[in-house]
C-alpha cells in the first residue's frame, strides 16, 4: 500500500529529525544538527533492508518516489519565499561578503572535485544513478527497468 | 465575482499553490523549450520566477516571506516551508546509490570543514575591512556568511547588536540566492556533474535551499549526493560559531 511508502518516509524523517535534536542538545547547540541528513541515510539504510528482505513492493515504493518526483516543484515554492527584497537591499558589506563567500566556495568545489576525480566508468551504476535523477525531475515510471538516456 | 475567487485561494491555500507551482512549472518547460531550445533547465527557469514572484511578493506585503505574505498565495509558504521541503529532500535519499554516497563519504568531511572555516574567514575579514572592531559583530557577521541561520543564531548567543544581526542574515540569504542562480551556469566549469563532485559542492556551499534550488537546476541526479552533505553544515556551523571561531576572533581583538 502507497501509505507504507510515505508512513515509512515520514518515520524515517521524525527519527532523523529528533536524532539531530538530541545532538544539537548534546553539543549544547541551539540548532538541529544533521537531522535531514542522519534521516537520508536512514532512508537509504532501510531500502538495502527492504530489497533484501524482498519488502519492497510496488506500494512501497510508490508512496516514498513520489514525494521525490514533488522535490522540485517544492523548491520553486521554496524560492517564492525567500526573502530577495532583503537580499538585494543589505548595502556593500552584504553585497562584497556574499559575493566573494560564494565565489571562493565554488573554486573550492572545483579543486576538491577535481581530487581524485573518477572517470565515468569509475561511477558504480550509472544507470540506477539517471533512474533516481529522472524520478526527482519529476518523472515517475514505478519499476520501469533502468535505463539510459 | 473577484472577492469570491480571493476566498477560495485562502481557504484552499495548499491546493491553490499546487496550482501555482505547477502552473509556473509548465510555463518554465515552454520558455525552456521555445527560447532557448532547451539549453536551460526548465527547473533553473521555473527557479528564476520564484524568486522574481518572492520579490515582487516582497514588495507589496512588505514582508519577509516573499510571495508567501500575500494572503491569497500563503499555501506557497506551507508547500515551500522547510517541512515540506525537508520532507521531500528525505525521499530523494531513496534515490541514492549507498556505494557512491560511501566513496565519497571523507570528501564530504573535508568540503563541510572548507566550507565553515571559508566563508566565516571572508565575512569576518570584511567586517574589519569595514570597520567593525568588537569580536561580537565580526563573528556574527562571518557567520552570516555560513548560512542566515548561523548569522543569526550566532549574534543572539554572543549578543551582537540586532543591526549586526539583520546584516548577517541578509549575507546569508543573498549566498543562498546566489548559489541558486549561479550553479547551473557555473557547474560545467567547477566539473559538478557527478555523485562525488556534489557532495563537495554541498559540503562548501552550505546553505540548504541554495544547494537544493542550484542542484535541482543543474542535474537532478546530483540532488540528494549534495543534500545528504549540506544538511549537517548549518549544525556544525551553529556549534563552531559562537564556540571557537567567536572565541578565536576575541583572542585576536583583544
Known sequence: MTIFGVALLSLCTLIGVFLGDL???ALGVKANVGGVGIAMMLLIATRIWLQKSGGLNHGVKLGI???GTMYIPIVVAMAAQQNVVKALSGG???????????TACFAATALLGR?????PSDVHDPEEIQRGGD?????????APARKV | MLHMIEHVFTEQSLVAAFFVVGAVMWISLIISKRLTAGRIHGSAIAILIGLGLAYVGGVISGGQKGLADIPVFAGIGLLGGAMLRDFAIVATAFEVDAIEARKAGLIGVVALAIGTVLP?????????????TDAASITTIGAGAITYIVGPVTGAAIGASSTVIALSIATGVLKAVMV????????????LDNPRSAMAFGGLMGTVSGVAG???ATDPKLVPYGALTATFHTGIGCLVAPSIFFLAVRAITG
Do not use: S
Request: net charge negative.
Open chain 2, 214 to 216: 542550484g542542484l535541482a
Open chain 1, 115 to 119: 581530487i581524485g576525480r573518477e572517470r
Open chain 2, 120 to 132: 566565516f574567514l571572508i565575512g569576518a575579514g570584511f567586517a574589519v575591512a569595514f570597520g567593525y
Open chain 1, 65 to 67: 518516489e513520489f514525494w
Open chain 1, 92 to 102: 556593500p558589506l552584504v553585497l562584497v561578503t556574499a559575493v566573494t563567500a560564494v
Open chain 1, 135 to 143: 524520478i526527482i525531475a519529476g518523472d515517475l515510471i514505478p519499476d
Open chain 1, 23 to 25: 545532538l544539537g542538545v
Open chain 2, 180 to 191: 541558486m542562480v549561479f550553479t547551473p551556469m557555473l557547474a560545467k566549469i567547477i566539473g
